[in-house]
């Protein structure tokens, strides 16, 4: 394990510190750093996953029970709330 010292706004790291429940420094930089590590690896999937073209139409017959309901814009919709809260 690395040490080195580094100067962190401590109200940052303070508010930081009240959203991850961690109580050291320490611990709150790693969660920090494992969350955007995360968050990284979760946009990659998103992007791969928005890559695939998938054909939705008709949906709305696949379903047994109760009727169905039509999917075919349920991706337009991610991608629109997803863009929101980029934006935010």
């Known amino acids: 394990m690395t040490r080195f010292t580094v100067d962190i706004d401590e109200e940052l ?9 961690t109580d050291t420094k320490v611990a709150t930089l790693n969660e920090a750093l494992r ?24 949906s709305e017959r696949s379903f047994r029970f109760n009727g169905g309901r039509d ?6 919709r991610a991608r629109r709330e997803a863009a929101e809260a980029e934006e935010s």
């Open 13 to 21: 790291l303070a508010g930081a510190q009240r959203e991850l429940h």
């Open 71 to 76: 999917l075919g814009g349920l991706a337009e």
């Open 35 to 58: 969350l955007a590590a995360e968050r990284a690896k979760v946009r990659e999937a998103i992007a791969e996953l928005d890559s695939v073209e998938l054909d939705l139409s008709g």
